[in-house]
């Protein structure tokens, strides 16, 4: 067991992935020579040769496109998408293609491409730079979607990614990228749609992915000082997702709070609380709350993009309003 | 270096683009029948006058290269061998069809004989094409991949990245424009700034020729070329073939937008006379050439029967084919 950062835990899976198997390259701007913006490729390119470490032109569409046919043809392509943002200049390869190709041939076909995007809040790249998009591909269906928080996370959820035959998307948070954990010295693969209960707790269930998981555990912590018990569910991947680790908290927690770092419009968050709502209405002692980002593009200032964050006393008070006028099941 | 192309294939072998190219006509004859009828949903985009693109390129590819194509892609699907029967199928929304009913006709897709998609995004699939040839590249075999798309596809942005890269990176990759003179329902010159499209090669430091699509044998010879090239290392070609699409853009569109006597020009270039005319020339009999176009009638019309008779997919299929993993 070493302590390594989000970004050591990410290089080390796609080093090993590439070690593992030797239908796996790597493409992206910048991701080869230079190590990537992020530095999440550093000395890749340099360990595995410049045939299996690639870097492209400042076009997505080609590095999209370009994976689903290598994938066509058996290999396992690994893209960079260097901001998430950029997801939108592909959105077409992304959502139309590789989302459906295996659908539309009635299943004559796997596309084993996963795709790495920096995603996220990092202060001050402003709104075409900072956005958690994930949510935009929750409504193509033919994508699973990893979300990880950890370093042990991280390395497994790309383990698992590309080891998979379906198309994954991997978003990688960039405020988490200098953050540190425990990484198992042989690490492993992490199945999709498992989640992790992080920290648990009996008043109420908050549920947080990424940035936003370690807010919901100082929250959980501030809250603890006043008795309050919280318990917090991470995920780990929005496609597959488990419902029923998420459901069961609920079950024994009867208050709920989703954190999310976007818009509450159209997301992960908003989708999750619908659905709890239709299946499990009597498990709710209060109504559900949706801590989301708010209803702007990003700012750039200091001041107004941490504003726009859920910040840790968001996520707090959230708690505390719902526990107030919760009704317990029993007495309901 | 490329090897030495030959001029022409041998005579039954182009006897049998012949047939290919017919079976493709009447294939295409009959499926705007059933359209018009409003028997077969969707829409559909007829391939008739341009048959000799489909055929010349497809039978100069090798066992193991694949190809891509547009939604007017029945030709080319057809072109690299997927059966008759299967192809009406997937159009009719057959279980049996090539794609089990969840294609249909801009989706026409049969990987076991190379013949990778249709796609219905315009331009989208040039990106793709980049990719099974990167995979020849990536294993140091010698397939290449035929990319067909049509004029109006040039004006999209994943042309211009796909052309790019495919020459940076020397993949082997032969792109051909189908120039029939029409983006859907726009004649080229109200949207496209040069006159001829393969001048956009030079922008990509890519080879570029201007071909004849009507002449089957001529399109072999030069997509044959341009994949010897593409086998020795030397890099994607863009060609651009001068061809004609005799029907509208879709079933609903009548082409009122001809100017008189386009259409009555180029159905006297129609590729199936010019490749009788030039196999009359060396030496077959009337009466082998009429054989060849009864058995492709025959085979289409034994293949439309066959297929029409097929089950519709039960509607829980619908579900299959979401992911590969469980």
Redesign the interface.
């Given at each position: 067991m070493a302590e390594v950062t989000y970004r050591e835990a990410i290089n080390r899976a796609l080093a090993d992935a590439l070690a593992a198997d030797d239908s796996v390259?790597l493409l992206g701007e910048d991701i080869a020579a230079a190590g990537g913006v992020f530095k999440q490729t550093d000395g890749l390119q340099a360990r595995f040769g410049a045939?299996r470490v690639l870097d492209?032109?400042i076009?997505e569409?080609?590095?999209?496109?370009?994976?689903?046919?290598?994938?066509?043809?058996?290999?396992r392509?690994v893209a960079e998408i260097m901001f998430a943002d950029f997801a939108a200049v592909t959105y077409?390869?992304i959502a139309?293609?590789l989302a459906k190709?295996?659908?539309?041939?009635?299943?004559?076909?796997?596309v084993?491409v996963t795709i790495r995007l920096a995603n996220g809040v990092s202060g001050g790249f402003g709104a075409q730079h900072s956005q958690a998009p994930e949510n935009w591909f929750l409504n193509v269906?033919?994508l699973k979607i990893a979300v990880p928080a950890t370093p042990a996370d991280a390395y497994g959820l790309i383990r698992t990614a590309i080891a998979?035959?379906?198309p994954v998307l991997v978003f990688e948070h960039k405020a988490l990228f200098n953050t540190k954990g425990e990484l198992d010295d042989e690490p492993q693969a992490l199945p999709f749609g498992v989640a992790e209960i992080v920290r648990p707790g009996s008043d109420l269930t908050i549920v947080a992915t990424q940035a936003m998981r370690p807010r919901a555990l100082e929250a959980a912590a501030a809250l603890e000082a006043e008795s309050i018990s919280v318990e917090v569910v991470d995920p780990r991947t929005l496609v597959p997702f488990d419902h029923e680790t998420v459901g069961a908290s609920l079950d024994r927690t009867n208050n709920l709070v989703v954190v999310q770092e976007a818009p509450p419009g159209g997301s992960w968050g908003a989708t999750l609380i619908a659905r709890l709502v239709e299946e499990r209405l009597d498990s709710f002692d209060s109504a559900p709350v949706l801590v989301a980002a708010d209803e702007t593009p990003i700012p750039y200032a200091e001041s107004l993009e941490q504003a726009w964050l859920p910040s840790t006393e968001r996520i707090a008070a959230a708690v505390r309003e719902t526990l107030a006028v919760a009704v317990p099941v029993s007495q309901g | 270096m490329a090897a030495k192309q030959a001029t022409a294939p041998p005579l039954e072998e182009q006897l049998d683009m012949l047939r290919s190219m017919l079976e493709i006509r009447f294939f295409e004859d009959e499926c705007q029948r059933l359209f018009a009828r409003g028997a077969v949903r969707g829409s559909t985009h007829l391939y008739q006058g341009q048959e000799a693109v489909a055929v010349g390129g497809c039978r100069a590819l090798r066992e193991g290269d694949t190809m891509t194509c547009t939604y007017r892609g029945h030709g080319a699907t057809l072109a690299m061998g997927a059966p008759l029967a299967p192809t009406f199928g997937e159009i009719f929304g057959k279980a049996r069809g090539l794609c089990k009913g969840k294609g249909g006709s801009m989706h026409l897709t049969d990987v076991t004989v190379g013949a990778l998609g249709s796609h219905a995004i315009v331009g989208a699939h040039l990106p793709i094409a980049n990719g099974a040839a990167f995979a020849s590249v990536y294993r140091k075999t010698e397939e290449v991949h035929l990319c067909f798309f049509g004029d109006g596809s040039t004006n999209i942005g994943g042309f211009h990245e796909a052309l790019n890269l495919a020459s940076l990176w020397k993949l082997p990759v032969i792109f051909v424009c189908e120039n029939n003179l029409y983006g859907e329902y726009s004649p080229i010159a109200l949207t496209t700034p040069v006159a001829r499209i393969v001048d956009r090669a030079a922008a990509y430091a890519m080879r570029g020729e201007q071909i004849d699509g009507n002449d089957v044998i001529g399109v072999w010879r030069e997509i044959g070329a341009a994949a010897a090239r593409a086998r020795a290392g030397e890099g994607p070609t863009l060609l651009e073939a001068m061809t004609y699409r005799q029907r509208g853009h879709s079933r609903t569109d009548p082409a009122t937008y001809r100017p008189d006597g386009e259409l009555e020009r180029w159905l006297e270039r129609d590729p199936i006379l010019l490749h009788e005319a030039a196999l009359r020339e060396s030496g077959v009999e009337d009466g082998q050439l009429a054989a060849v176009r009864a058995g492709a009638e025959a085979a289409v019309a034994a293949a439309l029967a066959e297929a029409l008779e097929w089950p519709e997919p039960d509607p829980e299929e619908r579900f299959d084919d979401v992911w590969a993993a469980a």
């Open positions: 390259f045939e492209t032109p076009s569409q080609a590095i999209v496109g370009l994976t689903i046919g290598a994938s066509l043809q058996g290999l392509p077409d390869q139309n293609q190709y295996r659908y539309m041939t009635g299943g004559q076909v796997t084993p269906v033919g998979d035959d379906d | -």
